[in-house]
């Protein structure tokens, strides 16, 4: 087939956690840049570790993240069903065909079995490998074993001798002893079938054409490549990825705590700033171009720039990112975003517009916003040492003068606004001969009580509201 086919196969264990968001979205951009079909596949061959619900949260988690698909379990689509689970007869007949071909074979060795062929191995100082036992068994004999009842599983009968490879877009040729290699299980007791399996038959079945996945599957390749030689059938082009690291010596992790592309969301970051940020863990544009929507990554991702070392997850240049977006975003998006983090400080009962005004500049990420504004609904215990600022040329005695001198002018100030506030304290001061900063940082420290606050002392004033700021500015004059 001509049209570019290619699939996103998660397990349902969880959250979608980074990396595999990093593989979906490679995975739709080139099938999107390439006017092809992208595919979703849950895979949960692996019943034991399915968590309830996590097929709904992968649904979610794609919806959330902007890349649709053109086929999947919940959408449909011509080379169905989409969840191998509801698969196993397919798998069941591809698996006895391998049998008749002699690629395949039934084995019967006993859990019991097992575990001394493998402490024996562990006793030799070997790496443990299935030795063909059951590979003598007539097949005619195995037949009338299973249909008697017997326990076995399927296992791949791969050549003792020789080499087996395969190609992948991103690390060339790629050989193995096939010496080297295991007989795997294709067919577990159950009837389900092993991973490496079934991804084998419904990549061929569902013709997908190009095959993303992380670079731990690479040493899994060429026995994926001997099933599609036995079979007769087209490989698909490989694309192995490498892996998104915390950092240099431990990759993402959910185990760990790292966080998932929801945790992120949560968080308030936002959608397109965290699918730019993960576009550029291992792929680069052919110039220093940083910022991409979905569409534009669609029109511009190629195989080319994929990188072979694994990517840095460096949350601080998300971080920054993510303000370059909140702060391009407009206004009234801003705003609608911003509310339920004031409501969480508590402000949500002042003018919360012109907050926002004052905080989108300073936003980087949502959740910070009831720290950086808390503040307004609470006065913070502060030491008087505040006061001091060098360049300003002020302390405590200096903040004494100068709220003293401003009390009685913002009594008397009867339309609070911010342009009345400015006009008759900076009369006052000029009046008065001190200098500008001497008096509006300390006024800002007496109604503010930290440094560093979105917008001046004016500003504040007038969000808290007159009662508020003589109140909070009698309190710290007492305090002085």
């Known amino acids: 087939m001509n049209e570019v086919r ?5 397990s349902p264990t969880g959250y979608l956690h980074l990396g595999g968001l990093r593989t979906a979205l490679y995975t739709y951009l080139f099938a999107r840049r390439n006017g092809g079909k992208f595919v979703l596949r849950i895979e949960d061959t692996d019943q034991e570790r399915e968590v309830p619900g996590a097929v709904d949260l992968i649904y979610q988690s794609m919806h959330l993240a902007g890349l649709s698909y053109d086929e999947g379990p919940d959408v449909g689509g011509p080379y169905g069903p989409y969840i191998q689970s509801q698969r196993k007869e397919i798998y069941r007949e591809y698996a006895w065909k391998l049998v008749e071909l002699g690629a395949a074979y039934p084995c019967f060795c006993t859990k019991e079995r097992l575990d001394e062929a493998r402490k024996a191995a562990e006793t030799r100082g070997e790496t443990f490998k299935y030795d ?7 097949l005619s004999e195995a037949k009338e074993r299973i249909a008697a009842g017997e326990p076995y599983v399927i ?22 002893d096939c010496a080297t290699l295991d007989d795997n299980v294709l067919l577990k007791a159950d009837g389900m079938p092993t991973y490496n399996f079934a991804n084998v038959v419904d990549d061929h079945l569902m013709h997908i054409t190009h095959v993303m996945r992380g670079t731990e599957y ?6 994926y490549d001997l099933l599609y030689d036995a079979f007769g059938w ?17 990759k993402l992790s959910k185990r760990y705590g790292d966080p998932s592309f929801e945790d992120l969301l949560r968080q308030g970051y936002l959608r397109d700033a965290i699918i730019n940020f993960i576009a550029l863990l291992g792929w680069s544009p052919r110039n220093d171009r940083e910022f991409f929507t979905l569409s534009e990554l669609e029109e511009v991702f190629d195989l080319e720039g994929l990188n072979k070392s694994p ?12 303000g370059e977006y909140v702060r391009k975003l407009p206004f009234e998006t801003y ?9 969480q400080a508590g402000v949500s009962g002042l003018d919360t517009r012109r907050l926002a005004e004052l905080m989108q500049g300073r936003t980087e990420v949502f959740s910070q916003i009831p720290q950086m ?27 004494k003068k100068a709220l003293t001198l401003v009390r009685p002018v913002l009594l008397g100030v009867t339309d609070w606004t911010e342009e009345a506030l400015h006009s008759a304290v900076m009369a006052a001061i000029a009046e008065s001969g001190m200098k500008n900063g001497q008096v509006l940082w300390p006024l800002r420290i007496a109604i503010s009580g930290q440094a560093n606050t979105p917008g001046g002392a004016f500003e504040i004033a007038y969000l808290l509201g007159k009662e508020e700021t003589l109140r909070r500015l009698d309190a710290s004059l007492a305090k002085l």
């Open 218 to 223: 690479l040493s899994s390749a060429p026995k």
């Open 234 to 250: 087209e490989k698909p082009v490989y694309v192995h990825l490498p892996v998104v690291m915390k950092d240099q010596t431990r």
């Open 155 to 176: 296992r791949q009968n791969v050549p003792t001798s020789g080499k087996c490879g395969f190609d992948d877009a991103l690390f060339g040729h790629i050989e193995v």
């Open 6 to 10: 290619t699939r996103f196969a998660p």
């Open 335 to 343: 705003y609608e975003l911003a509310m339920p983090w004031f409501e």
């Open 132 to 138: 063909k036992h059951c590979l003598a068994i007539p």
């Open 373 to 399: 504004v808390r503040f307004l609904a609470e006065m913070p215990a502060f030491d008087n040492e505040l006061y001091t600022h060098k360049k300003m040329k002020t302390d405590a005695e200096v903040a």
């Open 311 to 322: 990517a840095i997850f460096d949350v601080n240049k998300l971080t920054w990112m993510n």
